[in-house]
């Protein structure tokens, strides 16, 4: 049993320490922070707890008045981020609206007051980047703005964020315990521009994330939960993965860390390509990427209404993918457009059926039938002194499904032997949309077999 978690969220115009804090909190490097205005933009979710109470924080882009559009916030990107800090207002239990104790009150925090007074919801005044004493006792000029007791504190050095704790955890709701289950997770991965965040809203049905033409917009990886065919599941949206020579210092640089991250806790990646681009080196570098992570895959080939076709256009898209992916054969493809809404069911069927796949155990019994059955069909190549033999195997993981095989010679398993037997597996067994790991141990023979 578990406490459904009360949220809060914190709010404030661009650059005064937001994610610092939620780094703090979290007590992890989630959300990217650099000293750059406008470089959080999405809802950003995690978790922490304050002396035995339990609560979930979003970190939100700043909130800029249109005086201060430029090119590093440009006017759609702007307007958008503040489209997505008020969903985040209407999600919270509490508000936490963060100023700059160093800069002191702008015109910016007067409209940011304005928008948190009329959401109706508690809120928490956090003056940040008060290191020294007249830092601290300047924070008092923040009760101009009409929110209530302004507390000083560091995000940078961690003070004061305690009577700040103390001063959120007073504001929250009790909430009833509830079980909490282990959502299976999907990651929605790709280059830039490929089309991940509108894929995400249309499986979510909602603008969860900033979806523009502007390449790299999203930089954070976002979880949502949602409801798929009665089953809650977790889809994490990532940052595009550029090539390595592409990859910009700072916020692009851990934005891809971000994405190989969110590839290591998902149980399927969701690989996104591009129709109208084909299929690329790096399309196939981030499917590699999957692959020796050990997690399912499912190729979305998104885009599909851009593409000019005929009765064999899916198939010379299938010819293709094969000679660029020719190391997972065993992925399934779905051809969608996010735009339109063509297929984006398909993919959560198909992602829903890999998951099990991946988790799926075959008995100790039907596994040494299929060995049986292959080493009858095919038996292996030996070496001129010794008779390599199988005794028996076991499935001994899943996620991915991991099989080791009893012989009196494992360094005598030639690599196409094992690629063999595991079609044959795959052949009877299935096995969709996840790799399969063989392993092969040393055991003596068993008496009757000496």
């Known amino acids: 049993m578990s406490t459904i978690k009360p949220t809060v969220a914190i709010i404030g115009r661009p650059n005064v320490g937001k994610s610092t804090l939620f780094n703090r909190l979290v007590g992890e490097r989630q959300a990217i922070v650099e000293d750059l205005p406008g470089t959080t933009r999405d809802r950003l979710y995690g978790d922490t707890d304050w002396n035995g109470v339990e609560f979930s924080i979003i970190d939100t882009g700043g909130l800029q008045d ?20 008020e969903i985040a207002i209407a999600e919270a239990d509490v508000i936490l609206f963060v100023v700059d104790g160093k800069e002191g009150v702008t015109s ?39 929110i209530g007791e302004p507390i000083a504190f560091s995000a940078l050095h961690g003070t004061g964020t305690g009577d700040l704790l103390d001063a959120i955890v007073r504001q929250l709701p009790r909430r009833e315990e509830v079980e909490e289950p282990d959502y ?3 990651a929605i991965v790709g280059r830039p521009n490929v089309g991940k965040s509108a894929l995400l809203n249309a499986l979510l049905g909602q603008e969860r994330t900033i979806v523009s033409e502007v390449a790299g917009t999203t930089r954070d990886a976002i979880d949502s939960i949602v409801t798929w065919d ?10 595009g993965i550029r090539r ?16 190989m991250r969110a590839i290591d806790r998902a149980d399927v990646a969701l690989v996104v390509l591009d129709a109208a681009e084909g299929f690329t080196a790096q399309d196939a570098h981030i499917a590699g990427y999957v692959i020796e992570a ?18 064999n256009t899916m198939n010379e898209f299938r010819e293709e993918a094969a000679r660029t992916f020719q190391f997972a054969p065993f992925a399934p493809m779905v051809f969608v457009s996010a735009l339109t809404g063509q297929r984006v069911e398909t993919i959560k069927q198909t992602a829903m059926r890999v998951y099990r796949e991946a988790h799926k155990r075959i008995s100790t019994g039907e596994i040494n039938r299929i060995l049986r059955d292959a080493v009858t ?10 008779w390599l033999k199988f005794y028996y195997a076991t499935q001994a993981d899943v996620a991915p499904p991991r099989f080791v095989f009893f012989c009196n010679d494992p360094e005598a398993v030639h690599f196409s032997y094992q690629r063999y037997l595991e079609n044959v597996l795959r ?7 996840t790799p399969i790991i063989l392993q092969f141990r040393g055991r003596r023979a068993p008496e009757r077999d000496r």
Not at 127 to 134: D, L, R
Not at 230 to 239: G, K, N, P
Not at 294 to 311: A, C, M, P, T
């Open 108 to 146: 910016s925090d007067h409209d940011v007051a304005e928008l948190v007074r009329r959401s109706g919801k508690p809120v928490v005044l956090g003056v940040n980047k008060a290191e020294n004493e007249a830092r601290r006792e300047a924070a008092v000029e923040f009760y101009e703005l009409g």
């Open 294 to 311: 050990g997690k399912g895959i499912v190729f979305v080939v998104n885009k599909w209404d851009l593409v000019e076709k005929n009765s």
């Open 230 to 239: 009665d089953t809650q599941v977790r889809l994490i949206d990532t940052a």
């Open 377 to 386: 069909r095919h038996p292996p190549p030996s070496r001129p002194s010794r």
């Open 66 to 85: 249109e005086r201060d559009f430029d090119a590093l916030a440009p006017r759609e990107i702007a307007v958008r981020t503040r489209n997505q800090a």
């Open 184 to 186: 299976p997770s999907f």
């Open 427 to 433: 052949e009877r067994m299935g096995f969709e949309g």
């Open 244 to 259: 390595r020579g592409r990859i910009d210092v700072g916020v692009e640089k851990h934005s891809v860390l971000r994405s």
